[in-house]
């Protein structure tokens, strides 16, 4: 057979060398239409036999821009034909008859192109990864921002000396070379909590919280030391633990911690560092808190239970979340409360700011970075329709999930179906559902029952304070198995293969795993400044031993301070309206018994 009948029989594509222009949509690899009828006889190479080279287009780029070395390509119609003698090399056959050897391809080999990568590890496989990664997982992974240094990730900040720039050790933090970072993390969230910083302005001249001494245990955050610094401003002294275990952001509890603060708080906390903190922050000889600032309960429960006694000099505790007002209403009930308390979670601007519209927009957030679920078509069911649920059905409704609600309050129960959720009992629905979410403030709401009965791959998270609504202690038996897939990423595997998705171990999701919006937190953390100095200079006999709501004019302030954020403005009553209404120009306009 003659070298052009074998040319003819070979020819596949026309290839052109055009040096100085851009690859067009007729590229050089397209055939021509005198070459049709070659290429319509040519039997069809496989990607076994003949490597595809594909043409990367890029704006400006004068180079033909293909995936070779820069050698160039013979000239003219060549055709490709492969030289068994060669073992597969390949030469290109020009129309003069001429043989030219074409240039070599180097081929990208993975090390084992034979590793199975998706062959499952084997149990004991599994449970030493779960173990080493878990150890290491701790980080701010959830935070803003992480600058965790790895390097000593195996350290306890409870075995490690640490001092600021100033010389001060009393603080135990994850690492105090993050504070720059920190420092830079308190600036953002400076310019998104406006009502704070309007109040360091206007106590420039007086300190109404000149003398108090504030021991707190709340998420730390970049928006709490924003609160924190505005507390110092005012004139108080602070010390502070965190809330949770997985929420405090190490490299804002650094620039605290560089700031003076006395932080005792990191990423990753045992139960045991949780109380230990606690103790490290209340219990300093010399100092003696008269205000506390609670957000759970957890650190007015440790006073009651370590040094009652601290009692006679604190002259009032302020408290932000349902699980901790509810404690204190236990401890007014049984005649234990011997200071006055102010329920700040159940003020309007805590509850219908930071719980309906924080949680509508960081139950997405927290469920996004952990799992990147899609949650259009998604089956979900949230568990409570307060005004946490409200908020998570709300933005999960907007996504395109079907959203199912369990409630025990019938008023609760009929706003969900007015607003066009189906109202259900959990077990009617567990086997069907991808995502489950508690916010219910209770516990043992999803047992292990439940557990059991999910479908593979289901999402289970919780949006209330407490880790109690979720039966994760019955998940901790030798049948089931434990895989760290991420930072507060936990895979529980069943004996027949089956998987739950378990975040944040049964902890707060947003706080632990996400952010939370900061506007929303300047409204809540300014109704937590002004309960401190209502409590700390009210005159003796104003409270007794009980728990009050904040009074209604305080919640106005609160929301008047953040309306120029909005450019809005305020309609304002002329006399004769306020005498119809029965009210005064200056508030309050609302009577304690209206529901917002």
Same mark, same amino acid.
């Given at each position: ?5 074998? &040319? ?112 499952? =590890? ?6 030493? /990864? ?48 993050? &504070? ?14 406006? #009502? ?8 420039? $001249? %007086?300190? =109404? ?23 110092? #401003? ?46 490290? !922050? ?6 003696? =808190? ?6 759970? $309960?957890? /650190? ?37 409360? !011997? ?21 509508? %927009? ?20 949230? !568990? ?7 908020? !998570? ?22 706003? &969900? ?8 009992? /959990? ?21 292990? %029952? ?57 902890? /707060? ?46 919640? %106005? ?6 309306? =120029?954020?909005?450019? &809005? ?28």
């Amino acid at each position: 057979m003659s070298v052009q009948v074998l &040319a003819a029989k070979m020819a596949e594509v026309e290839l052109k060398d055009v040096p100085g222009k851009e690859l067009t949509p007729e590229s050089p690899l397209t055939p021509k239409a005198d070459d049709k009828g070659m290429v319509e006889n040519e039997p069809k190479a496989t990607s076994a036999t003949t490597p595809t080279m594909e043409p990367m287009v890029k704006t400006g780029d004068t180079s033909p821009g293909f995936l070779t070395p820069n050698t160039k390509m013979p000239q003219a119609s060549a055709m490709k034909r492969t030289d068994p003698q060669q073992n597969g090399g390949e030469a290109f056959v020009n129309r003069d008859g001429t043989v030219a050897e074409a240039p070599r391809l180097k081929k990208i080999q993975f090390a084992d192109q034979k590793q199975e990568f998706n062959k499952r =590890p084997t149990k004991i496989g599994r449970r030493s /990864l779960s173990r080493s990664i878990s150890q290491s997982s701790t980080d701010s992974y959830g935070s803003a921002a992480s600058y965790t240094d790895s390097s000593d990730d195996e350290t306890s900040p409870r075995d490690k000396q640490q001092k600021n720039s100033k010389g001060n050790g009393d603080f135990c933090i994850k690492n105090i070379k993050q &504070a720059d970072f920190g420092r830079r993390e308190i600036e953002i969230a400076e310019q998104e909590m406006p #009502a704070l910083m309007a109040l360091r302005k206007r106590a420039q $001249g %007086e300190k =109404p919280l000149a003398g108090a001494k504030v021991v707190g245990c709340t998420h730390i955050t970049a928006q709490t030391a924003v609160l924190m610094e505005t507390l110092t #401003a005012l004139g108080a002294q602070c010390r502070w633990a965190a809330c949770n275990i997985y929420s405090t952001q190490n490299e804002v509890a650094a620039a605290l911690a560089e700031g003076g603060f006395s932080v005792f708080a990191w990423k990753g906390e045992s139960e045991d560092d949780f109380w230990w903190c606690i103790d490290r !922050c209340v219990n300093l000889e010399g100092w003696q =808190p008269n205000m506390i600032l609670d957000d759970g $309960g957890d /650190l007015t429960h440790w006073i009651y239970k370590k040094y009652p006694n601290m009692f006679k000099k604190i002259k009032g505790i302020v408290e932000e979340s349902v699980t901790g007002v509810h404690r204190l209403y236990q401890l007014s009930k049984a005649g234990k409360l !011997c200071v006055p308390a102010m329920n700040v979670n159940d003020s309007v601007t805590k509850q219908k700011f930071d719980n309906l519209y924080c949680c509508r %927009e960081s139950i997405l957030d927290g469920l996004k970075r952990t799992t990147d679920v899609m949650f259009g078509g998604k089956q979900v069911v949230v !568990c409570g329709y307060g005004e946490v649920g409200k908020g !998570c059905c709300a933005a999960l409704k907007a996504m395109g999930s079907i959203v199912y609600v369990t409630e025990i309050d019938p008023i609760c129960a009929l706003q &969900a179906c007015m607003d066009g959720f189906r109202l259900v009992k /959990l077990n009617e629905v567990i086997r069907q559902v991808d995502i489950v979410i508690t916010c219910t403030g209770n516990k043992n709401v999803v047992v292990r %029952e439940y557990l059991d009965r999910m479908k593979n791959g289901c999402i289970v998270c919780n949006m209330g304070h407490s880790n109690t609504e979720i039966d994760v202690a019955s998940l901790r038996t030798p049948e089931l198995t434990w895989e760290r897939v991420r930072s507060q990423v936990d895979h529980v595997i069943w004996p027949d293969g089956k998987r739950i998705v378990l975040l944040a171990e049964g902890r /707060l999701l947003n706080l632990s795993c996400s952010t939370v919006p900061t506007f929303v937190l300047s409204i809540t953390a300014t109704t937590q400044a002004l309960a401190l100095i209502e409590l700390y200079n009210a005159p003796e006999g104003r409270y007794k031993q009980d728990v009050y709501l904040l009074p209604k004019k305080m919640d %106005e302030y609160v929301a008047s301070l953040h309306l =120029p954020t909005f450019d &809005a403005h305020l309609t304002e009553l002329s006399d004769e309206q306020a005498k119809y209404l029965g009210l005064n120009k200056n508030g309050p306009f609302k009577p304690n018994y209206y529901r917002y």
